[in-house]
C-alpha cells in the first residue's frame, strides 16, 4: 500500500483496501475511500473522493460492487468478534455497520446523479445515443468494425505482458462482478493467468461455468475466455469472440428482476395491458409482456406503470425509448420522468437487489474442475 499516512487500524484497513483495490485500482483515491468506510481521518470529503473516482472513469457499478462487498467483510467480521456476546449487542452492532454503509451507498447514487447531469450538460455523455439499458444493441458494433479483431487481441495482449495483469469480468442479473488476474504469458493460441478462488467465481458464475470477458486496451471492447486447459496453478484461456462493453455506456446501475413483478400498464384510453417488470434502474424500466410477440406501443409514446417496489405502489411515469420481442413476449424499454419520491423508492429496490445478487455470488457453489484446481 502506497498511498496515505500510517493508519490505526492495519487488518481491518488492509482487508477492505484489498477488496476496493481489485477493483478500483491502487490510488490515492481509493485509500481515502478506505479511510471513510473504517472511519479513519482523512482530509478528502466522501463526496469529493466518490467524484474523483467517478471522473477517472470508474463505473458507478465497480464502486456499489466494491462497496457492497467491504460490507459484506465487515459484518462478518464484527459476527466473528462478537459470536460470544449478547444477541442484543451482536444485532446493534451489525445495524451500526448497516446504516454507516447505507449512508456511504446514498451519497454516492447522489454524487453519480450530479456528475452524470453536470457531464450531460457539456455534452459529453450521450446517453440518447445508446439503446437504453437492454435491447437492440447492433449499432454499437460500428466500434468493433472500425479496429480489425487480430490487431484488437495482439494490442490487448501487448498490454497485458506490460501490466503482467488482466481484468476479467463476468455479469449475473445485470451486475458487473470483476477482479484483476496475474497475466502469465501466452502458450501456444492460449493465453496464461494465474488462478485464484477469486478467478474461479468470476468463471462459475457464467451458465457454462468456463466462460468468462476479459477487458481489451480501451477499455471499450470486451473479449470471451473461454477455459482450453486447468493446470497447476493457472488455466489456459482461449480467445473467442469481441464484443462492446455495453455496461460501461450506461447512466445508472440497472439490475434484471428474479421475483415476478406485475405491472399494469396505461396509456391515455386505450385498455390497460398486464405485464411483468424484467429489469430496474433508477432511469428507466424494462417490461415484458406476455403473449403477443410485437410491441403494443410505439417509441416516443408517453405511458403510466403501476408496479410494486418491496411493500409500496408505485405510478411511474415514462416514454417508451425502444422495443422488442423474445419468443412469445414483446419487451419495451421505458425511460422513467424524473419524480425524486418514485427515484428515492427505485434507489432502495436496486440497492436491495443488488445486495441480494452479491451474497448469491458469494455463496456460490465452485464448480468440482475449479474447487479441484484450487486444491
Same mark, same amino acid.
Not at 468494425?145 to 445485470?174: C, F, M, P, V
Not at 406485475?262 to 424494462?286: C, F, N
Not at 422488442?324 to 436496486?350: M, P, T, Y
Given at each position: 500500500?502506497?498511498?496515505?499516512?500510517?493508519?490505526?487500524?492495519?487488518? !481491518?484497513?488492509?482487508?477492505? *483496501?484489498s477488496?476496493?483495490?481489485?477493483?478500483?485500482?491502487d %490510488?490515492? /483515491?481509493?485509500?481515502?475511500?478506505?479511510?471513510?468506510?473504517?472511519?479513519?481521518?482523512?482530509?478528502?470529503?466522501?463526496?469529493?473522493?466518490?467524484? !474523483?473516482?467517478?471522473? %477517472?472513469?470508474?463505473?458507478i457499478?465497480?464502486?456499489?460492487? %466494491?462497496?457492497?462487498?467491504c +460490507?459484506?467483510?465487515?459484518?462478518? *467480521?464484527?459476527?466473528?468478534?462478537?459470536?460470544?456476546?449478547?444477541?442484543?449487542i451482536?444485532?446493534?452492532?451489525?445495524?451500526?455497520?448497516?446504516?454507516?454503509?447505507?449512508?456511504?451507498?446514498?451519497?454516492?447514487?447522489l454524487?453519480?446523479?450530479? *456528475?452524470?447531469e453536470?457531464?450531460?450538460?457539456?455534452?459529453?455523455?450521450?446517453?440518447?445515443?445508446?439503446?437504453?439499458?437492454?435491447?437492440?444493441?447492433?449499432?454499437?458494433?460500428?466500434?468493433?468494425?472500425?479496429?480489425? $479483431?487480430?490487431?484488437?487481441?495482439?494490442? %490487448?495482449?501487448?498490454?497485458?505482458?506490460?501490466?503482467?495483469?488482466?481484468?476479467? @469480468?463476468?455479469?449475473?442479473?445485470?451486475?458487473?462482478?470483476?477482479?484483476?488476474?496475474?497475466?502469465?504469458?501466452?502458450?501456444?493460441?492460449?493465453?496464461?493467468?494465474?488462478m485464484?478462488?477469486?478467478?474461479?467465481?468470476?468463471? /462459475?458464475?457464467?451458465?457454462?461455468?468456463?466462460? /468468462?470477458?476479459?477487458?481489451?486496451?480501451? +477499455?471499450?471492447?470486451?473479449? @470471451?475466455?473461454?477455459?482450453?486447459?486447468?493446470?497447476?496453478? $493457472?488455466?489456459?484461456?482461449?480467445?473467442?469472440?469481441?464484443?462492446?462493453? $455495453?455496461? &460501461?455506456?450506461?447512466?445508472?446501475?440497472?439490475?434484471?428482476?428474479?421475483?415476478?413483478?406485475?405491472?399494469?400498464?396505461?396509456?391515455?384510453?386505450?385498455?390497460?395491458?398486464?405485464?411483468?417488470?424484467?429489469d430496474?434502474?433508477?432511469?428507466?424500466?424494462g417490461?415484458?409482456?406476455?403473449?403477443?410477440?410485437?410491441?403494443? *406501443?410505439?417509441?416516443g409514446?408517453?405511458?403510466?406503470?403501476?408496479?410494486?417496489?418491496?411493500?409500496?405502489?408505485?405510478?411511474?411515469?415514462?416514454?417508451?425509448?425502444?422495443?422488442?420481442?423474445?419468443?412469445? &413476449?414483446? @419487451?419495451?424499454?421505458?425511460?422513467?420522468?424524473?419524480?425524486?419520491?418514485?427515484?428515492?423508492?427505485? !434507489?432502495?429496490?436496486?440497492?436491495?437487489?443488488? @445486495?441480494?445478487?452479491?451474497?448469491?455470488?458469494?455463496?456460490?457453489?465452485?464448480?468440482?474442475?475449479?474447487?479441484? /484446481?484450487l486444491?
Amino acid at each position: 500500500m502506497k498511498h496515505g499516512k500510517k493508519h490505526n487500524k492495519p487488518l !481491518q484497513f488492509e482487508k477492505n *483496501y484489498s477488496i476496493l483495490s481489485k477493483t478500483l485500482g491502487d %490510488s490515492q /483515491a481509493t485509500y481515502d475511500l478506505t479511510a471513510h468506510i473504517c472511519h479513519e481521518q482523512v482530509a478528502t470529503s466522501l463526496e469529493q473522493v466518490l467524484s !474523483q473516482l467517478l471522473q %477517472s472513469g470508474t463505473h458507478i457499478h465497480h464502486l456499489l460492487s %466494491s462497496i457492497s462487498a467491504c +460490507e459484506q467483510q465487515r459484518l462478518q *467480521y464484527a459476527f466473528d468478534s462478537a459470536k460470544t456476546l449478547p444477541v442484543e449487542i451482536q444485532f446493534s452492532s451489525a445495524k451500526r455497520i448497516i446504516d454507516d454503509f447505507n449512508q456511504i451507498q446514498d451519497t454516492l447514487l447522489l454524487v453519480a446523479d450530479q *456528475y452524470f447531469e453536470h457531464i450531460s450538460v457539456q455534452k459529453t455523455h450521450d446517453i440518447s445515443q445508446v439503446q437504453a439499458d437492454t435491447g437492440n444493441r447492433s449499432m454499437l458494433h460500428s466500434t468493433l468494425e472500425q479496429k480489425s $479483431y487480430q490487431d484488437t487481441i495482439q494490442s %490487448s495482449i501487448a498490454a497485458w505482458k506490460k501490466s503482467k495483469s488482466i481484468a476479467i @469480468r463476468n455479469y449475473h442479473l445485470g451486475l458487473t462482478v470483476r477482479t484483476i488476474a496475474t497475466f502469465l504469458g501466452e502458450e501456444g493460441d492460449a493465453i496464461k493467468i494465474k488462478m485464484n478462488e477469486d478467478i474461479a467465481r468470476i468463471f /462459475a458464475i457464467h451458465p457454462s461455468e468456463h466462460a /468468462a470477458f476479459a477487458v481489451c486496451e480501451g +477499455e471499450k471492447i470486451q473479449v @470471451r475466455l473461454s477455459i482450453k486447459a486447468i493446470k497447476g496453478g $493457472y488455466i489456459l484461456l482461449h480467445i473467442g469472440k469481441t464484443f462492446p462493453i $455495453y455496461a &460501461e455506456s450506461r447512466k445508472h446501475l440497472n439490475l434484471q428482476v428474479e421475483e415476478h413483478i406485475p405491472v399494469t400498464i396505461r396509456m391515455g384510453k386505450k385498455r390497460q395491458l398486464h405485464a411483468r417488470l424484467h429489469d430496474l434502474s433508477i432511469g428507466g424500466i424494462g417490461i415484458n409482456v406476455h403473449g403477443i410477440n410485437q410491441a403494443p *406501443y410505439n417509441i416516443g409514446d408517453n405511458i403510466e406503470c403501476q408496479l410494486t417496489l418491496g411493500t409500496q405502489p408505485v405510478t411511474l411515469q415514462g416514454t417508451v425509448r425502444w422495443t422488442g420481442s423474445s419468443n412469445d &413476449e414483446a @419487451r419495451i424499454g421505458v425511460e422513467l420522468q424524473h419524480n425524486k419520491n418514485s427515484q428515492q423508492l427505485i !434507489q432502495k429496490e436496486v440497492l436491495r437487489m443488488q @445486495r441480494n445478487i452479491i451474497n448469491a455470488i458469494n455463496q456460490l457453489e465452485l464448480p468440482a474442475t475449479l474447487q479441484k /484446481a484450487l486444491a
